[in-house]
């Protein structure tokens, strides 16, 4: 086939659609985020459809028809096995809703795509759910360019020392003498701000491994997740974060 191109997909949502078919909205390494239709796959018989099962990285061949892309064949890299409980399917379920609302159709990006790879790969592995939302929730603030200052305050530029505030109106660090100007400033602690340095700088194989309590980890999940809902201006759905 002429217009048949192989890539690789992570399945974010999947809907049923007329007698037997799916529509599958994957991200993808060659094209972004596209929806194709996956014919006849709720047919027993079907040999495509075990895997664009949701949340699975495959290996997809695909056509570009007039309106939609056709999968045409497909292969299982990674299938998504959650390790836990309900708490992993959730997370997936927030990370492609923020994607799915936040990146147009046909755009293709592989720094997302390697963020998506390398946190989808993670599902299932047993980590810790906050590592992994709060890398996601980092990474993503600094693929959309809205990283917050983590270095100097805001408002006097003076490295804050002791106590540290971060607020999500100033976007970044206060000092003391400066958090009555940012009603929302909030104390953070100095390990949390050099963990989330920490998570712009290097990949989750890395990150999983730095030393961190649950303190400060928690604190890091609040304040990235909190940061990147206010930044990305979209209704979520999920109340995980
Ligand atoms: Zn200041």
Redesign the pocket.
Known sequence: MINSHHTIGIVLKRNNYGEADRLVVVFTEKFGKITLIAKGVRRLKSKIAGSIELFSISDLTVSKGKNLFVLTASSMIKPFKPHQDLAEIKLASLISEIIIKTIPDESPNNKVFNLLYESFSAFGLGLKLNILSSYFASSYIYLSGVSPNLD???????K?KDTIFFSNLGNGL??????SLFPDAQEITQNTVKAWRFSIENDLTRFRLLKISNNDLNQLTYFTTNYLKQNIQITIKSDLL
Do not use: A, N, R, W
């Open positions: 100097t305050c805001i408002q006097c530029g003076s804050p206060l000092d003391k003498d400066c958090t």
